[in-house]
């Protein structure tokens, strides 16, 4: 089965750039979707199709997509983006969706 | 606006059924592909299943094919999923999500709306 591999957290001062790395094989290949889940909360999608932002959602989120990685990247981090993040793909060798692992975000 | 309201949901022991509802509103129900996402508590997110907008294609985790059943009436705007056979390791919070995009073939949108959900715990 397709698996994503996230590091489980990641650490960042409010004002700086955090990076979330998705790895899977080929993924560049694929469409990544990005969710952003805060506690008690429903995941909300953050990015669509590896770089598009859905309306509402903040430029300071991008990203992109090579090879065997994906990567969110949040600009300007606020006390708000502190969340679980996770990405998501669709398997057609399984007909399956696929989340990854998770990437618990910290504002410092 | 776009609402889902999970329902159905409780302590069931392990071996029995449960059957979840997801009530639509807000938009036009049945042009969408459906799905089910649940997590474990403390644990990521897991799809569950899915179902496309005339219910022509269902697809299922490997770890709940055979024991649950997707299904949906566009005429009462709802999606249930059947779930029989329950484990302790499907004791998890299930969402109701809507695929972002109108009528499209599995695999081409991502979840843009998302329910609440409904905490289902098997436990004896």
């Known amino acids: 089965s397709y698996v994503l591999?996230?590091?489980p957290s990641v650490s960042v001062a409010p004002g700086k750039t955090a990076r979330i790395s998705?790895?899977?094989?080929?993924?560049?290949?694929?469409?990544v979707h990005w969710y952003q889940q805060k506690p008690g909360q429903a995941p909300v999608v953050v990015i669509c199709y590896d770089s598009d932002r859905p309306s509402g959602i903040p430029e300071r989120f991008s990203g992109s997509s090579s090879g065997t990685t994906a990567?969110?990247?949040?600009?300007?981090?606020?006390?708000?983006?502190?969340?679980?993040?996770?990405?998501?793909?669709?398997?057609?060798?399984?007909?399956?969706?696929?989340?990854g692992t998770g990437t618990k975000v910290t504002v410092l | 606006e776009v609402q889902l309201v999970e329902s159905g949901g409780g302590l069931v022991q392990p071996g029995r059924s449960l059957r979840l509802s997801c009530a639509a509103s807000g938009f036009?129900?049945?042009?969408?592909?459906?799905?089910?996402v649940r997590q474990g508590p403390g644990k990521g997110l897991e799809w569950v299943s899915g179902i496309n907008w005339n219910s022509r294609s269902k697809d299922?985790?490997?770890s709940v094919k055979g024991r649950f059943t997707i299904s949906r009436d566009n005429a009462k705007n709802s999606l249930y999923l059947q779930m029989h056979t329950l484990r302790p390791e499907d004791t998890a919070l299930y969402y109701c999500a809507r695929d972002a995009m109108v009528a499209a073939p599995p695999g081409v949108g991502y979840f843009d709306h998302?329910?609440?959900g409904i905490l289902v715990t098997v436990s004896s």
Not at chain 1, 22 to 31: D, E, L, R, T
Request: aromatic share 18%.
């Open chain 2, 114 to 116: 998302w329910g609440q």
């Open chain 1, 5 to 7: 591999t996230q590091p």
């Open chain 1, 22 to 31: 998705c790895g899977g094989n080929n993924i560049g290949s694929k469409g």
């Open chain 1, 71 to 99: 990567t969110l990247t949040i600009s300007r981090v606020e006390a708000g983006d502190e969340a679980d993040y996770y990405c998501q793909v669709w398997d057609s060798s399984s007909d399956h969706y696929v989340f």
């Open chain 2, 60 to 62: 299922y985790a490997d």
């Open chain 2, 28 to 36: 036009t129900f049945g042009d969408y592909a459906m799905h089910w």
